[in-house]
């Protein structure tokens, strides 16, 4: 599971072909935004020398501007957001953030040289599309991962990615809900696993 979503969160590094077939204009808008932010990252992938932490520090900038991470940090909190204090909230989303950006950074430069490829696009409602997309990898059956991309005042933003299937944005939710089910059923608690966790390494 971490291997398809390190590889998910890192093919926006790896638009290198793009095929793509009868796309409703909402869906064109939101292909042409990955290919953007995909293009973005190979240029900064394809740059050598750079530091670890300027390294760290774009790929931060990639997810906060490819991203919905409090749209998502919401969700992945699931029916616990309603209950949380409003200091909670806060906290919770900058922890998730920090959390994103720890687990994957380290991995993004291994996803260079990998070939991507759009199948289709298509529009699920009037402000969401569905990107479907493979990554071809050398020897290897494609992995197909689809990007769940919201449009609002023309602007776009990724709010889950599916990988064969499966959503990083439900997997993560059932992981937090399990850490707060385990500590009493208190925010808190995923709260101060967070914070270890990101201060810790």
């Not at 969160?9 to 790896?14: D, K, R, V, Y």
């Not at 793009?18 to 909402?26: D, E, F, G, L």
């Not at 760290?56 to 749209?71: G, I, M, N, S, T």
């Not at 380290?106 to 759009?118: A, H, I, Y």
């Amino acid at each position: 599971m971490r291997r398809n979503a390190v590889i998910a969160l890192g093919a926006l590094s790896l638009i290198l072909c793009i095929n793509v077939t009868s796309a409703s204009p909402a869906s064109n808008d939101a292909e042409k935004f990955i290919r953007a932010i995909g293009n973005k990252t190979l240029s900064s992938l394809k740059e050598k020398g750079i530091s670890e932490q300027e390294r760290v520090k774009r790929f931060k900038e990639l997810l906060e501007e490819a991203f919905d991470l409090p749209r998502i940090a919401r969700f992945t909190l699931g029916r616990y957001w309603r209950v949380a204090t409003n200091k909670e909230k806060e906290e919770f989303v900058e922890l998730f953030k920090k959390f994103v950006i720890q687990a994957y950074a380290n991995r993004f430069q291994e996803l260079s040289g990998r070939s991507f490829s759009v199948i289709k696009a298509r529009g699920i409602s009037t402000t969401q599309a569905l990107v479907m997309t493979e990554i071809l990898v050398p020897q290897k059956p494609a992995i197909r991962v689809n990007w769940r991309v919201r449009s609002k005042n023309h602007v776009h933003k990724i709010t889950d990615v599916v990988v064969e299937g499966i959503s990083m944005s439900v997997t993560q939710r059932d992981e937090f809900v399990s850490v707060i089910r385990q500590r009493g059923g208190k925010v808190e608690g995923l709260i101060r696993a967070l914070r270890k966790k990101t201060t810790s390494n």
